[in-house]
């Protein structure tokens, strides 16, 4: 690819066809079917390695390093829109690290580029890196996550819970936040889906990294109707420090 900034719509048609060309350059039949089976998708899964999407992003990141922020969103959404996962990985990786775009992301936004999640993997680099970091820093209001933990769609109700990482794990800029997170995994309790309680379960040993009382309090109240798994690897955690 040559190095000169992207300034256009169409140069983003140009580009994406290019790093489309490269997921297809590495795609690895098996990986693709291992893929399909563990994180299966309505999207198009081409079965291309995370050490084999990095150069890409990190390319992405140079071309994009001083362009506006509303230049990285629009490239992120129509990146993101060609329904591909690693594509999608990549948008969202390239938003996450362009701070001043990732801090001027809007509810509206984040919903387009949420929209469809149908797999652990997409929720979690969603809210794990977008939403998650949106809400913490106020560009969310908590009655919008509060109001994903009540979805009918699982996929969103882990994306409530994996968001309350970013209030908590240090190395993405977490503080602790023990009382929004709690309210989120109070509305989540019950509830018995798997990916679900995958994602409360995260939450939950995120948050006693911070501050365990709340966790363990937690716990023991909600012990009759918290899915077991939960129970067993947060109280794992919180008496070994192991996952």
């Given at each position: 690819?040559?190095?000169?900034?992207?300034?256009?719509?169409?140069?983003?048609?140009?580009?994406?066809?290019?790093?489309?060309?490269?997921?297809?350059?590495?795609?690895?039949?098996?990986?693709?079917?291992?893929?399909?089976?563990?994180?299966?998708?309505?999207?198009?899964?081409?079965?291309?390695t995370v050490p084999d999407i990095r150069p890409i992003v990190k390319e992405m990141n140079r071309r994009?390093?001083?362009?506006?922020?509303?230049?990285?969103?629009?490239?992120?959404?129509q990146l993101n829109g060609r329904r591909i996962l690693e594509a999608q990985q990549i948008a969202i990786?390239?938003?996450?690290?362009?701070?001043?775009?990732?801090?001027?992301?809007?509810?509206?936004?984040?919903?387009?580029?949420?929209?469809?999640?149908?797999?652990?993997?997409?929720?979690?680099?969603?809210?794990?890196?977008?939403?998650?970091?949106?809400?913490?820093?106020?560009?969310?209001?908590?009655?919008?996550?509060?109001?994903?933990?009540?979805?009918?769609?699982?996929?969103?109700?882990?994306?409530?819970?994996?968001?309350?990482?970013?209030?908590?794990?240090?190395?993405?800029?977490?503080?602790?936040?023990?009382?929004?997170?709690?309210?989120?995994?109070?509305?989540?309790?019950?509830?018995?889906?798997?990916?679900?309680?995958?994602?409360?379960?995260?939450?939950?040993?995120?948050?006693?990294?911070?501050?365990?009382?709340?966790?363990?309090?937690?716990?023991?109240?909600?012990?009759?109707?918290?899915?077991?798994?939960?129970?067993?690897?947060?109280?794992?955690?919180?008496?070994?420090?192991r996952k």
């Amino acid at each position: 690819m040559c190095a000169q900034a992207v300034k256009s719509r169409e140069n983003f048609k140009e580009l994406i066809g290019e790093i489309v060309t490269r997921l297809d350059q590495k795609a690895d039949p098996e990986r693709r079917e291992w893929a399909k089976k563990n994180y299966a998708s309505a999207m198009t899964i081409k079965g291309v390695t995370v050490p084999d999407i990095r150069p890409i992003v990190k390319e992405m990141n140079r071309r994009f390093k001083n362009a506006a922020p509303e230049e990285v969103i629009d490239f992120a959404k129509q990146l993101n829109g060609r329904r591909i996962l690693e594509a999608q990985q990549i948008a969202i990786e390239v938003l996450e690290k362009h701070k001043s775009a990732r801090q001027s992301l809007t509810l509206e936004d984040l919903l387009e580029l949420g929209h469809g999640i149908d797999n652990w993997v997409s929720v979690d680099y969603f809210a794990g890196l977008l939403a998650g970091p949106a809400w913490r820093e106020g560009q969310i209001p908590d009655e919008i996550v509060e109001k994903w933990a009540t979805s009918k769609d699982k996929w969103w109700r882990r994306a409530a819970v994996v968001c309350t990482v970013a209030l908590n794990q240090k190395a993405r800029g977490g503080n602790g936040d023990p009382q929004r997170t709690l309210k989120i995994c109070t509305l989540v309790a019950k509830d018995q889906d798997e990916m679900v309680a995958k994602g409360l379960s995260w939450a939950l040993r995120e948050l006693a990294k911070r501050e365990a009382a709340p966790v363990v309090e937690f716990v023991n109240q909600y012990e009759s109707v918290l899915p077991k798994r939960v129970i067993r690897e947060v109280r794992r955690k919180l008496d070994t420090g192991r996952k």
